[in-house]
């Protein structure tokens, strides 16, 4: 149905809300029916994965199952690649960050195709063992949700920011049927920062999609069932915090590294091609990394921890070899982030999230494992498993308090509440000190679109360069003689002029203030040029620097307008301190209103 017929049917509800339903209420009815949607977006996709995975090894041999685990992968991969290239015009855009930029730079607006693009793709790519988890996809298929609701609905912009927080929530509170989680994800993770007021809508969206979840036999990815943890093992979670926080910047480093790596790489098949054996390679050797990975993550919590070696090429040890048990796990640990950005540098889609639940429950084994072996100090594995996912969580996603609280509700209660909190806060320390930015953020703070230690520089870091700029400047070509310049200036409205080239190139400015003395010597009209009058400009700004970065220059300076060209030295306008000025009062209203 067009738009513009769907804006007509809905304007008699519309106009009928407004006189009986005040907004608060109208707010909260919304953030009900954004907790259902995610929540039944979550577990269609959850549902139909597991399904679809039994569907395509219930044919395979068991002798088989490891290189059918091999090979499956780059089928997924593809998938999503084709899917993409027919359905979404070759642009796929996955994970949190892009939400953060749209909420950040584009008014809290997301394209239409994140409604089905990211399940879509997380199905084809997950379904058939892409080393990634769903939750990213999921989260921002909610956030989609959260806000075309409210395009379609007229609803404002600090609201339509909100009901995205809604949906990203809900997603992930129906994923692990964890609501308090899926509200503290979308506060610390995607909004950054909230009033008060507003937490009532996340927390109704969020239970609401943990209500469907649980009606609808989702369940959830692991459980463990605890009661109590040992006192004298607090030494060891103080450890555990640092080993977490340690792989927590290994994690982050080792993924930029290789987005770098992918993003300089050509041809969209040679990607799937690369990506997909390199990661087939990888499960072949570490079956442990095929999927999400939560499987695995079970039966350690379960106390099966032999289970690791299913059907690789150590299963014909059994669990008889120990040392061969923690090489796989310690493989997987460290492998588990090249898999995850193979899978994402081929075409696939998925998200950090529960690679690092995965490679948290991992890490956490092989450290209780070794203490149990040293002999040093007993201490029960499966806290350690849980820990290490929470510690894990705060490092790579920098949210320390949705990891206390997903680990603590998908435990059965809060036990283990205490150790949870000296972890997650001790890696989340540490890593933030190696490395001030999440997995999400730290793109976006370096390309200077958010900054969030501080409310001025966040609102600054919002604004667009090029939206900005002013190009009313008139130009002036450099063989121009004086007596064209002065005809120049008497039609202009502003006092300094760019000198371009032919190809548009910035080569100088002129300034009525530096040839005012020449303007009445007309004997010189003719033989002087602007080439003999323009000066270099105090400083040049390119369109990828920051506003920061750009108030600093205008500082430095002590500018009022300084020239912006792009990579090839091309001009395309000024950036004036007032305009930069205007542009953050007008952030500053958006965020109050």
Not at 238 to 264: G, H, N, P, Q
Not at 532 to 553: F, G
Request: with cysteine.
């Amino acid at each position: 149905m067009p738009k513009s017929r769907l804006h007509r049917l809905l304007r008699p509800l519309l106009l009928w809300r407004v006189r009986h339903i005040n907004d608060r209420l109208y707010l909260i009815i919304l953030s009900i029916l954004v907790g259902v949607l995610a929540g039944l977006t979550a577990v269609v996709l959850k549902n139909s994965i597991h399904f679809s995975q039994h569907l395509i090894f219930e044919w395979v041999p068991e002798q088989y199952v490891v290189f059918a685990r091999s090979l499956y992968p780059i089928i997924g991969i593809s998938l999503s690649v084709l899917f993409t290239r027919w359905f979404l015009g070759g642009t796929l855009s996955r994970g949190i960050t892009p939400i953060i930029y749209n909420i950040s730079r584009q008014g809290s607006i997301i394209p239409r195709s994140k409604l089905y693009s990211q399940i879509v793709t997380a199905f084809f790519t997950v379904t058939f063992g892409g080393s990634a988890g769903t939750e990213a996809p999921i989260s921002v298929t909610g956030a989609a949700i959260g806000s075309n609701m409210a395009r379609l609905l007229h609803i404002g912009r600090r609201e339509r920011r909100l009901l995205v927080g809604c949906g990203a929530a809900a997603g992930v509170a129906a994923i692990f049927n964890s609501p308090i989680a899926g509200v503290l994800f979308a506060v610390e993770a995607i909004l950054s920062e909230l009033s008060a007021p507003f937490f009532i809508p996340l927390l109704i969206s969020s239970a609401t999609a943990t209500v469907v979840s649980k009606a609808l036999y989702a369940g959830q990815p692991f459980v463990l069932i605890t009661t109590s943890w040992p006192v004298e093992a607090l030494p060891y979670y103080l450890m555990l915090a640092l080993f977490t926080a340690l792989l927590s910047v290994y994690m982050i480093r080792v993924y930029f590294m290789a987005d770098k790596f992918w993003e300089k790489q050509t041809g969209t098949f040679r990607k799937v091609l690369l990506g997909g054996t390199l990661l087939g390679i990888l499960v072949f050797i570490f079956p442990p990394l095929y999927g999400e990975g939560y499987e695995m993550v079970q039966f350690l919590l379960n106390g099966h921890p032999e289970r690791i070696a299913d059907g690789s090429l150590f299963s014909v040890y059994g669990d008889q070899s120990v040392w061969l048990l923690l090489a796989v796990a310690i493989g997987s640990v460290l492998f588990k982030v090249f898999a995850t950005t193979f899978t994402f540098g081929a075409g696939g889609n998925g998200g950090m999230f529960g690679s690092s639940l995965f490679v948290g429950a991992m890490a956490g084994f092989v450290y209780a494992r070794f203490l149990n072996l040293s002999g040093v100090h007993p201490v029960p594995e499966v806290h350690f498993i849980a820990l290490g996912m929470a510690g894990m969580l705060a490092g790579v996603v920098h949210a320390p308090l949705s990891a206390i609280f997903l680990i603590a509700e998908i435990t059965g209660g809060y036990a283990l509440f205490v150790p949870l909190m000296v972890v997650t806060s001790c890696s989340y320390l540490v890593a933030k000190y190696f490395e001030p930015y999440s997995v999400y953020t730290r793109k976006l703070v370096k390309q200077g679109v958010v900054m969030h230690q501080d409310r001025d520089q966040g609102l600054l870091s919002q604004l667009d360069l090029r939206a900005l700029l002013q190009t009313d400047f008139i130009p002036v070509h450099p063989d121009d003689t004086l007596g064209e310049l002065v005809n120049v200036f008497r039609h202009a409205t502003r006092n300094t002029f760019p000198v371009l080239d032919k190809d548009s190139h910035l080569l100088g400015i002129v300034s009525l203030d530096s040839v005012r003395d020449a303007l009445f010597d007309d004997e010189h009209y003719t033989t002087t040029h602007v080439h003999e009058l323009m000066r270099e400009p105090a400083a040049t700004i390119h369109a990828t620097d920051s506003i920061l970065d750009t108030l600093h220059l205008l500082e430095d300076h002590d500018a009022y307008a300084l020239p912006v060209i792009n990579a090839d030295g091309r001009y395309l306008g000024f950036i004036l301190r007032t305009s930069i000025l205007a542009g953050y009062r007008r952030q500053l209203l958006r965020e109050v209103q």
